[in-house]
């Protein structure tokens, strides 16, 4: 099972939300979830109310073999969480 780390979209219309989660690369955007990794709102006011992410079992999860999606990689990189 390849696991990868990708955006599950939530919300209401025009107002999106996405849950960052490790999930298995042949399900669905929307499908079933390894394991819920923190969230990202790009409505939020400011940049600190905009993502949360639980660090370590991020690096746990690239440590393994997981990999992140492009826009993933960006939210990591921009939380200062090293992607190969």
């Not at 960052?20 to 979830?33: E, Q």
């Amino acid at each position: 099972m390849a696991v990868r780390l990708r955006l599950k979209m939530m919300g209401r219309k025009h107002c999106s939300f996405f849950r960052l989660s490790a999930m298995d690369g042949r399900s669905p955007r929307d499908g079933r979830v390894v394991e819920e990794l923190g969230w990202y709102d790009p409505h939020a006011k400011t940049p600190e109310q905009q993502t949360s992410i639980n660090r370590q079992r991020v690096e746990y999860w690239l440590s393994v073999g997981a990999q992140p999606s492009d826009t993933v990689r960006n939210l990591l990189k921009q939380q200062g969480i090293a992607v190969k």
